[in-house]
């Protein structure tokens, strides 16, 4: 009897931990192990792709992995139907193992997206603050897509790769801030939050409705995998505690004696990990850098080496700890006089762009090194003050920088000279916007670079009717075109905001660096730097000019290949389409709204009523405080018998541009008679 009553509890308890486990698992929103057949994801009936508007067939599943490749273009995502209501906190989750290194300084490549299509918690891979080589950092933003955007924050980790971390997520859609983790254990870790305030944007009370992840150029390759999204943290947080993983080792070396040496090691775990740097196995500890710097952290630093020994660290977590390979420093005590591993090799640039010497010496230490100028025609060298590292860094290059340089190296054994290198600096190039169409060439990914390695001047009619920036940017951004009409370029003016650009009809000269960006043609000025009566920027030769003709575009051949040589003869140029319908999404949905107020809006054209399977041209509508503001409350056609603006680009899709509600014409013009 009594052993009956034992085993009633026993299953009492079990049921009510069942109950517990399924209560705590209740707010589970959204659950993907993406446990698919080994192929397209894009046709599986959850996942979608939502950019281009035209897939390419190319977001594939492999081994439960979702694989964003750099060179692929589709973005996907997982409607759900709203995760929660608007004013909530929605969090998730997913893993990571990043193969390939971004070769953009950063982009994001997973968000949720709002019920309004909006981007809301943008994850960031990027290079740009990391500090072991060969390492990647994961960042955080709201509304931002770029990683340099104000409020952006880079997690303080760098992670290695070929290790899979998890990632945890989440976006308070009454606070608008988003805070991510990297393997945490509780959200009390380490954490780093994106505050959409500092954007000015406003993502307020608009509810999750999507996780999405994109595929861009130069973001790396990385492998996704086991999907979440909950209402709580303890939703999404699944992995198990597990013993740290070393994925980068500190790695064995020669040295001479004197000399200063950094070793570090990448590791995964979970929460927060721990660091101990032993030399031949006994812990060493800080002494204010006078020998060690660093030693319970990933990066130590040990100063004026003396005796070879073999130095490894022990990464501890809640799970256990484990301790990296043993890296063997053979420190050589000879005496031996600076000799160079690296010399500097001089350059021809242009004026106003920057060139970078470097030099790298070895030998008995400490090595100190320090730079020095003869200008041209001067009588001797002097010694350029400050210039006391092993790189010189000459930005905005004058005239009075052309001339001859070395660097001199000291150690405990003597002192050496470095080669001599001539630097020589030239004027801008003068071009003509149409010949810098011409320099365009296709590289590997589908988009388009120029490698001119030099500024240049260009002159053109300013062609948008308002900046391409709100009242709050930092830069100025406008399109303008040569007089005759036949080839475009946007200018992107550095630190000048929206108050730089000048109205249509202005005829400038812009000096400054040529490149592509995302497959756009433009030119960047750094506005008001004059070196030898030579502005860099932007000059006004006249106003109230009479704009380039508008050249009508054949809407078929510009959607389906923009990158074509018609699509870059047409790129950044001011042009009409004719006989086109307007829609909000690329799905048909029928716009019934007026153009917002103060804020930028997406739409779609096509050169038929829609159908599935139609080709489209996605059309922006910048109209924040500081750009085409002459939308706002306007009411927006369905169907348009002709529309003016600019052909923008981005990667391999058109953008078009209206910037003056009057050149959206809803109607035929009226008939005439001839008396």
């Known amino acids: 009897m009594k052993d009956s009553n034992i085993m009633k509890k026993i299953a009492a308890l079990l049921i009510c931990s069942l109950f517990t486990a399924i209560s705590m698992r209740a707010d589970l ?12 994801i894009e046709t599986d009936g959850q996942w979608y792709c939502y950019s281009p508007a035209v897939p ?3 977001a594939f599943v492999t081994n439960d992995l979702l694989i964003l490749d750099q060179a692929n273009f589709d973005s996907v995502a997982a409607p759900t139907n709203n995760f929660s209501p608007a004013g909530s906190i929605v969090y998730a989750s997913f893993t990571i193992n990043v193969a390939t290194l971004p070769t953009y300084k950063g982009t994001f490549f997973s968000s949720f997206k709002g019920s309004t299509n909006v981007y809301i918690a943008n994850i960031f891979i990027a290079t740009t603050n990391t500090t072991v080589p060969g390492t990647y950092q994961l960042g955080i933003g709201n509304a931002a897509t770029s990683v340099t955007t104000p ?18 997520f989440s976006y308070d859609e009454n606070a608008e801030i988003a805070q991510l983790w990297v393997d945490p254990a509780s959200s009390s ?6 505050d959409d305030s500092v954007t000015n944007s406003d993502e307020a009370n608009i509810a999750i409705s999507q996780i999405a992840f994109s595929q861009y150029f130069g973001q790396g390759v990385e492998a996704i995998g086991n999907i979440l999204v909950g209402d709580n943290f303890s939703d999404v ?10 994925g980068i080792e500190p790695q064995d070396t020669n040295f001479y004696s004197g000399n200063n040496l950094t070793l570090y090691v990448a590791a995964s775990g979970t929460g927060q990990l721990t660091y101990q740097w032993l030399s031949n196995s006994i812990p060493i500890f800080d002494d204010g850098g006078v020998t060690v710097s660093g030693s319970q952290s990933n990066i130590v630093t040990l100063n004026n080496l003396q005796v070879s020994a073999g130095y490894s660290v022990i990464v501890a977590d809640s799970a256990g700890s484990v301790t990296s390979r043993v890296a063997t420093i053979s420190v050589d005590s000879t005496p031996t006089p600076p000799f160079f591993v690296k010399l500097p090799y001089g350059a021809t640039n242009s004026l106003f762009s920057s060139i970078t010497l470097s030099a790298l010496a070895n030998g008995t230490g400490p090595l100190t090194y320090q730079w020095y100028f003869e200008a041209t025609n001067a009588p001797s060298f002097t010694a350029l003050s400050g210039q006391t590292n092993t790189v010189l860094y000459l930005d905005n290059l004058g005239y009075t920088n052309s001339g001859l340089y070395y660097v001199e190296a000291t150690g405990g054994d003597g002192s050496t000279n470095s080669t001599t290198n001539n630097v020589l600096v030239t004027a801008p190039i003068n071009v003509t916007i149409a010949q810098l169409h011409s320099l365009m060439q296709t590289n590997n990914s589908g988009s388009y670079t120029i490698g001119l390695g030099a500024y240049v001047t260009v002159q053109g009619v300013v062609t948008s009717f308002a900046p391409f920036s709100s009242a709050t940017s930092t830069a100025g951004e406008f399109y303008m075109e040569d007089t005759n009409g036949t080839s475009g370029i946007f200018v992107y003016i550095y630190s000048q905001g929206s108050n730089s650009v000048p109205p249509a009809g202005t005829l400038v000269s812009v000096t400054g660096p040529c490149q592509v960006y995302s497959g756009q043609l433009e030119i960047d000025p750094n506005q008001g730097t004059v070196i ?4 860099n920027g932007l000059s006004i030769l006249a106003t109230n000019c009479p704009l380039p003709p508008s050249q009508a575009v054949d809407f078929g051949q510009l959607a389906t290949n923009s990158l074509s040589a018609y699509g870059l003869q047409m790129q950044c140029a001011l042009v009409t389409f004719t006989n086109v319908y307007v829609y909000t999404n690329y799905s048909g949905a029928v716009p019934v709204f007026n153009f917002p107020t103060n804020k930028s809006v997406g739409y779609y054209l096509y050169n038929q009523p829609y159908a599935a399977g139609l080709t489209n041209v996605e059309m922006y509508i910048y109209g924040s405080t500081g750009e085409a503001t002459n939308f706002w409350g306007q009411l927006i056609p369905g169907h348009c018998y002709e529309i003016t603006g600019i052909d923008g680009q981005y990667k391999s899709v058109v953008n078009f541009y ?10 035929l013009p009226a008939p005439f008679s001839i008396n």
């Open 189 to 194: 870790d380490t954490s780093v939050e994106a």
């Open 56 to 58: 390419h067939g190319d």
């Open 29 to 40: 929103l959204f659950s993907d192990n993406l446990n698919y057949p080994d192929g397209l």
């Open 532 to 535: 030898n009566g030579v502005t």
């Open 658 to 667: 209206p910037t003056r509600y009057v050149d959206l014409v809803a109607s």
């Open 237 to 246: 947080v699944t992995n198990p505690p597990q013993v740290p993983v070393v």
């Open 151 to 168: 409020g952006v924050e880079l997690f303080p980790l760098d992670l290695a790769t070929g290790i899979t971390y998890q990632v945890v």
